[in-house]
């Protein structure tokens, strides 16, 4: 399952509309400088500006570069323009290619990875890769089974659709 | 007048109502409750809590500024990187892990013990350990006061009525043995516990203030056993198992007549007289923005070590520390943790690691503080060497070996392969101060309010780099022994690097001694020439043994408790003359 049939897209939407889309909750007063590393992330735009700006700036040059935006691309040339950004070999506009590439790859993960109720992760599908049993509470009984495959069944904090029994 | 409500202000708050004083806590963030806040049906959340920090203090609130050395500029850290500083009742406590150390005997002279048995110029220039001003035997009885209000649970092996098998070695004798017997362990603690015994070491479970089953504390409230859930570091506990201020004392305290609790309530600084030699009460600002002045007898401040020391700096309380003459007291010795680790992939092994708890686990201390002979090896400290599975929800917890793509189909692969049979032997080392690591105001950066920031000035020491080489050398002799597939070492290197976790431990800038040029505290928590004024925390360390630090943490708000009803009370003043 690739990310956006897991719902990875919804789940990034979501995020940039709510309090983590304008950074609310960091503290972003200025001045704003460039330190050295590790003094971490100190740029002056929020994730959804990091999206409006990095996303425009994608499609340029892939209209510029391959004649198509983005989206339009065969799934080939879309990987390679990944590469690319990932290894900070295209320039963008007005945007870092790192600091536009991390926030795509971490909310992707996120998204992937956190519970459905964000949106992605639909199915549980990347907890059922795993094995990962999800929204469970109570391990007393397994944890001293060791070296064993649980078989756990994942579940969510909305519970699971097997659940939903008419009755 | 007690300034925080995380783990030092609720004992020593308590500690005051009993004696009979009315007492005012005032908390910046909101009152924490169990039922309300940590839920069983939303709490096993890793988006909200882990990666979004909802527990954290919001660094639009309050941050702080780092810079390994004085020719940098410091930056604001905008996002909770090496450290996660709490908010509201229970305070970090809330969201820790719950790892339950003593520290041993001679730290609290280690200055002294160093030079008596390595020689009187042994100590390099680049370190400024001293000595506490206090001994075990002062500290033994708020130790086990302490593990008595958080249900610890663990195995003594150093009894004062003998030894016994199966604790950890090392341990200064107790008096009584840990309130609740150890947890259960998973898998991986188990492999590398037995190794390290065919090895010859003395493998113990790692004592932990998460309960192994039901306990009552000594204030009434009760506490429920540990279900090993796996979201517990970074997360609110739901089953009532993990010790907080919230789960032991605030429970009993808040209705108590003489407490009354403000909370939404930050702190900006503590009056003084005019000569600077008694506090007169605090200055604080509501949520509505209003600012009020509250007169006190007695003021406590226990906001954790970075805001202890900020509002010493902003309320002019003692001489700000200057790195270049070496002079002043606050700000002094800053000292962090030296966290390493070694990662072990496997091919045959099942770990499930979302089975887990944050202080569940098996730990040894043969590489730990002195309990090695150093001669020689050109450094001094160790570290506390132990597997503790704290879960494994897995935006953050997908080991994948060095190399790996980061996305792709590569990726998956070796993600889905490697989720269930990984595992990682930590060893939470010493960081010794030094001169040159220190804490300030940041002349820059401003709160909301428009107050400087506090200021990290850190890096870690050649003595500390080099410890950490040895003591991940001796930590991948065991993990060798294990046989996994693939090793992965990681000794921690400089330069000190804000982004990555490492651990909360911050220590230091206000802190203990006996002699007031080199110590902003006495032995009691009481502020040298004002002594109205209490300041607990982890801030008062000289240095930062290795082991994690709220045992003892809770132990000095026990010994500070005792101090003002036992002693202070009776005759207002300095405790001690010098
Ligand atoms: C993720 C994590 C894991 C940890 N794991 C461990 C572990 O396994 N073992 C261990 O020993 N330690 C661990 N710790 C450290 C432990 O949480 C702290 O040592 C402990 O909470 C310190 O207690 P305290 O009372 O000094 O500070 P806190 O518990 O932080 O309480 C301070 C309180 O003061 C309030 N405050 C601050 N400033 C102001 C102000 N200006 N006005 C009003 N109120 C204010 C804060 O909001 C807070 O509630 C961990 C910490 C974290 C974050
Ligand atoms: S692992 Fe145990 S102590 Fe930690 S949150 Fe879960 S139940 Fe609570």
Same mark, same amino acid.
């Given at each position: 399952?690739?990310?956006?049939?897991?719902?990875?897209?919804?789940?990034?939407?979501?995020?940039?509309?709510?309090?983590?889309?304008?950074?609310?909750?960091?503290?972003?007063?200025?001045?704003? #400088?460039?330190?050295?590393?590790?003094?971490?992330?100190?740029?002056?735009?929020?994730?959804? #500006?990091?999206?409006?700006?990095?996303?425009?700036?994608?499609?340029?040059?892939?209209?510029?570069?391959?004649?198509?935006?983005?989206?339009?691309?065969?799934?080939? #040339?879309?990987?390679?323009?990944?590469?690319?950004?990932?290894?900070?070999?295209?320039?963008?506009?007005?945007?870092?290619?790192?600091?536009?590439?991390?926030?795509?790859? #971490?909310?992707?993960?996120?998204?992937?990875?956190?519970?459905?109720?964000?949106?992605?992760?639909?199915?549980?599908?990347?907890?059922?890769?795993?094995?990962?049993?999800?929204?469970?509470?109570?391990?007393?009984?397994?944890?001293?089974?060791?070296?064993?495959?649980?078989?756990?069944?994942?579940?969510?904090?909305?519970?699971?659709?097997?659940?939903?029994?008419?009755? | 007048?007690?300034?925080?409500?995380?783990?030092?202000?609720?004992?020593?708050?308590?500690?005051?109502?009993?004696?009979?004083?009315?007492?005012?806590?005032?908390?910046?963030?909101?009152?924490?409750?169990?039922?309300?806040?940590?839920?069983?049906?939303?709490?096993?959340? !890793?988006?909200?809590?882990?990666?979004?920090?909802?527990?954290?203090?919001?660094?639009?609130?309050?941050?702080?500024?780092?810079?390994?050395?004085?020719?940098?500029?410091?930056?604001?850290?905008?996002?909770?990187?090496?450290?996660?500083?709490?908010?509201?009742?229970?305070?970090?406590?809330?969201?820790?892990?719950?790892?339950?150390?003593?520290?041993?005997?001679?730290?609290? @002279?280690?200055?002294? @013990?160093?030079?008596?048995?390595?020689?009187?110029? *042994?100590?390099?220039?680049?370190?400024?350990?001293?000595?506490?001003?206090?001994?075990?035997?002062?500290?033994?009885? @708020?130790?086990?006061?302490?593990?008595?209000?958080?249900?610890?649970?663990?195995?003594?092996?150093?009894?004062?009525?003998?030894?016994?098998?199966?604790?950890?070695?090392? !341990?200064?004798?107790?008096?009584?043995?840990?309130?609740?017997?150890?947890?259960?362990?998973?898998?991986?603690?188990?492999?590398?516990?037995?190794?390290?015994? !065919?090895?010859?070491?003395?493998?113990?479970?790692?004592?932990?203030?998460?309960?192994?089953?039901?306990?009552?504390?000594?204030?009434?409230?009760?506490?429920?056993?540990?279900?090993?859930?796996?979201?517990?570091?970074?997360?609110?506990?739901?089953?009532?198992?993990?010790?907080?201020?919230?789960?032991?004392?605030?429970?009993?305290? &808040?209705?108590?007549?003489?407490?009354?609790?403000?909370?939404?309530?930050?702190?900006?600084?503590?009056?003084?007289?005019?000569?600077?030699?008694?506090?007169?009460?605090?200055?604080?600002?509501?949520?509505?923005?209003?600012?009020?002045?509250?007169?006190?007898?007695?003021?406590?401040?226990?906001?954790?070590?970075?805001?202890?020391?900020?509002?010493?700096? +902003?309320?002019?309380?003692?001489?700000?520390?200057?790195?270049?003459?070496?002079?002043?007291?606050?700000?002094?010795?800053?000292?962090?943790?030296?966290?390493?680790?070694?990662?072990?992939?496997?091919?045959?092994?099942?770990?499930?690691?979302?089975?887990?708890?944050?202080?569940?686990?098996?730990?040894?201390?043969?590489?730990?503080?002195?309990?090695?002979?150093?001669?020689?090896?050109?450094?001094?400290?160790?570290?506390?060497?132990?597997?503790?599975?704290?879960?494994?929800?897995? &935006?953050?917890?997908?080991?994948?070996?060095?190399?790996?793509?980061?996305?792709?189909?590569?990726?998956?692969?070796?993600?889905?392969?490697?989720?269930?049979?990984? +595992?990682?032997?930590?060893?939470?080392?010493?960081?010794? *101060?030094?001169?040159?690591?220190?804490?300030?105001?940041?002349?820059?950066?401003?709160?909301?309010?428009?107050?400087?920031?506090?200021?990290?000035?850190?890096?870690?020491?050649?003595?500390?780099?080099?410890?950490?080489?040895?003591?991940?050398?001796?930590?991948?002799?065991?993990?060798?022994?294990?046989?996994?597939?693939?090793? &992965?070492?990681?000794?921690?290197?400089?330069?000190?690097?804000?982004?990555?976790?490492?651990?909360?431990?911050?220590?230091?800038?206000?802190?203990?001694?006996?002699?007031?040029?080199?110590?902003?505290?006495?032995?009691?928590?009481?502020?040298?020439?004002?002594?109205?004024?209490?300041?607990?925390?982890?801030?008062?360390?000289?240095?930062?043994?290795?082991?994690?630090?709220?045992?003892?943490?809770?132990?000095?708000?026990?010994?500070?408790?005792?101090?003002?009803?036992?002693?202070?009370?009776?005759?207002?003043?300095?405790?001690?003359?010098?």
């Amino acid at each position: 399952m690739s990310g956006k049939e897991a719902g990875c897209a919804v789940f990034i939407d979501r995020q940039l509309a709510g309090p983590y889309g304008d950074f609310e909750r960091l503290y972003m007063h200025g001045p704003f #400088q460039d330190g050295i590393p590790q003094q971490g992330d100190q740029s002056p735009l929020t994730p959804r #500006q990091r999206y409006r700006i990095g996303l425009a700036a994608l499609n340029d040059h892939c209209r510029n570069e391959l004649g198509a935006p983005f989206a339009d691309l065969s799934e080939e #040339q879309r990987d390679r323009v990944l590469s690319q950004l990932e290894a900070d070999e295209i320039k963008l506009d007005d945007i870092d290619t790192p600091l536009f590439f991390e926030a795509i790859l #971490q909310n992707t993960m996120e998204g992937f990875f956190a519970d459905p109720i964000y949106g992605g992760n639909r199915d549980m599908a990347s907890w059922r890769m795993l094995g990962f049993p999800g929204a469970r509470y109570d391990y007393r009984d397994y944890i001293e089974r060791h070296n064993e495959d649980l078989g756990l069944e994942p579940v969510s904090i909305a519970g699971r659709s097997d659940w939903n029994t008419q009755g | 007048m007690v300034v925080g409500l995380g783990w030092a202000g609720a004992i020593i708050a308590n500690g005051l109502v009993d004696a009979g004083l009315s007492v005012v806590g005032v908390e910046r963030g909101p009152w924490r409750d169990t039922a309300k806040d940590f839920n069983i049906a939303s709490v096993t959340d !890793e988006l909200r809590y882990s990666q979004r920090q909802e527990l954290m203090l919001r660094t639009a609130q309050n941050t702080i500024t780092m810079r390994n050395n004085p020719s940098q500029t410091a930056l604001p850290m905008r996002k909770w990187g090496s450290f996660h500083p709490g908010n509201g009742t229970g305070g970090a406590g809330n969201h820790w892990a719950g790892i339950t150390f003593r520290f041993q005997p001679e730290e609290f @002279h280690l200055r002294s @013990h160093l030079e008596e048995r390595y020689g009187a110029d *042994s100590i390099p220039d680049e370190l400024s350990l001293q000595d506490w001003g206090t001994d075990w035997n002062e500290m033994e009885p @708020h130790y086990d006061a302490f593990e008595k209000i958080a249900g610890t649970s663990g195995r003594a092996a150093n009894l004062i009525s003998g030894r016994q098998a199966g604790g950890n070695p090392f !341990e200064g004798v107790r008096a009584n043995d840990y309130p609740t017997p150890p947890l259960k362990q998973p898998y991986s603690p188990t492999l590398f516990a037995d190794t390290a015994r !065919e090895m010859g070491y003395k493998p113990f479970p790692v004592p932990s203030s998460l309960v192994s089953q039901t306990y009552t504390n000594p204030l009434g409230v009760t506490m429920g056993p540990c279900t090993f859930c796996g979201f517990c570091t970074n997360y609110g506990c739901a089953n009532y198992s993990k010790a907080s201020a919230i789960t032991t004392v605030l429970p009993a305290l &808040i209705r108590k007549d003489n407490f009354e609790a403000r909370t939404h309530c930050e702190v900006l600084r503590v009056t003084t007289d005019s000569d600077g030699r008694r506090a007169t009460g605090i200055v604080y600002v509501d949520s509505a923005g209003r600012q009020w002045e509250q007169p006190a007898e007695i003021v406590v401040v226990a906001a954790f070590t970075f805001e202890n020391v900020r509002l010493m700096l +902003m309320s002019g309380i003692g001489e700000a520390y200057d790195p270049a003459t070496r002079r002043g007291t606050t700000g002094r010795n800053y000292a962090y943790q030296t966290a390493n680790s070694v990662q072990l992939f496997f091919d045959d092994k099942n770990f499930n690691p979302f089975i887990g708890a944050g202080a569940v686990g098996m730990g040894i201390d043969e590489f730990n503080n002195d309990n090695f002979d150093h001669s020689g090896l050109g450094f001094f400290g160790g570290g506390s060497t132990r597997v503790t599975p704290i879960g494994a929800a897995p &935006i953050q917890a997908r080991p994948t070996p060095p190399g790996t793509p980061r996305w792709g189909s590569q990726w998956k692969r070796a993600t889905v392969d490697n989720y269930a049979s990984t +595992m990682s032997i930590g060893c939470e080392a010493s960081n010794y *101060s030094s001169p040159n690591n220190y804490l300030s105001l940041d002349p820059t950066y401003r709160d909301r309010l428009g107050r400087p920031l506090l200021r990290i000035t850190f890096d870690f020491t050649d003595n500390d780099l080099k410890m950490a080489q040895y003591v991940t050398g001796k930590v991948v002799e065991i993990a060798k022994r294990m046989n996994p597939r693939q090793m &992965i070492p990681s000794p921690r290197t400089g330069p000190w690097d804000g982004r990555p976790y490492q651990s909360s431990h911050v220590v230091g800038g206000f802190i203990m001694g006996v002699d007031p040029s080199t110590s902003s505290v006495n032995k009691y928590l009481q502020v040298w020439d004002v002594p109205n004024l209490f300041v607990v925390g982890a801030s008062a360390f000289p240095q930062n043994p290795g082991y994690n630090p709220t045992g003892t943490v809770g132990a000095l708000a026990f010994k500070a408790a005792d101090a003002i009803t036992k002693h202070y009370l009776r005759n207002p003043g300095e405790m001690i003359s010098t």
